[in-house]
């Protein structure tokens, strides 16, 4: 009998929806964990947070993916102009000879992430041969899942993953959980600004997310849940 496919949330999904099959139980041992430990576990995820915000070695890759992020009126937020000018810059340092833009329809905007992403690479003289979308996903753990289906069927085997340096540690894990070989390259210009209180506010929440997804494998794999392992590995 065929598997049913792994759990995809829809567009514009809310949180529980995209939380899928037993996303809500990993939460909540995550952070019940987090507090009986008095934020230990959260403050020693935060370590690998900062460690990797500064990236790694560029070598050259298949392909440089850019992680979305919500649009604003249908528009990128600076956030997300920050990565889009990061893969651009590395495109042109011959890093890679593709940009693939991820990410799905979301909140309230009329046009994907990746549509509205590749309209701006192609407004700063990226050429539309480059440019590659994944607009289904909903959230980075989709965005990961998605493009390795594309590796795949192209036979890629690498990627530099750009996104704002905060966000690396959480993404990186994900797709080295997902098999994926990646080196990680932090956005220049993102806001917040470095050391400043959103910063670290930012940089507490990716600690938690990152607890909370090794929460979840580990979870996963104690109660042999195929159903859960298949969105993560």
């Known amino acids: 009998m065929a598997l049913d496919p792994p759990y995809t ?34 403050w020693w995820r935060m370590r ?28 990128p937020t600076r956030v997300f102009e920050a990565r889009l000018a990061h893969a651009a810059d590395l495109w042109r340092r011959g890093l890679a000879p593709r940009i693939l833009v991820a ?25 539309d041969e480059v440019l ?37 540690a959480r993404a990186g894990a994900l797709a080295r959980g997902l098999g994926l070989t990646v080196r990680c390259s932090p956005a220049p210009g993102c806001p917040p600004s470095p050391g400043s209180p959103a910063w670290w506010r930012r940089a507490a929440v990716e600690a938690f997310f990152l ?7 580990l979870y996963s794999r104690l109660i042999r849940s195929e159903r859960q392992l298949e969105r993560v590995t």
């Open 211 to 217: 607890h909370w997804y090794h929460t979840g494998m």
């Open 48 to 75: 690998r947070v900062l460690r990797v915000a500064g990236g790694d070695p560029m070598e050259p890759s298949d392909l440089i993916l850019v992680l979305g992020r919500r649009l604003e009126r249908d528009r």
């Open 103 to 127: 990410g799905g329809l979301t909140g309230r905007a009329q046009i994907s992430e990746a549509e509205a992403g590749c309209a701006w690479l192609r407004g700063q003289g990226i050429p």
């Open 9 to 42: 949330a829809p567009p514009r999904s809310t949180f529980l929806q995209k939380l899928g099959p037993g996303g809500l139980a990993s939460f909540l041992l995550a952070s019940g964990s987090a507090v009986l430990l008095l934020g230990l576990p959260v």
């Open 132 to 168: 590659r979308t994944e607009d289904q996903s909903q959230h980075t753990l989709e965005n990961l899942f998605q493009v390795r289906e594309a590796l795949r069927a192209e036979s890629w085997g690498s990627l530099l993953l750009v996104s704002d340096g905060l966000h690396l």
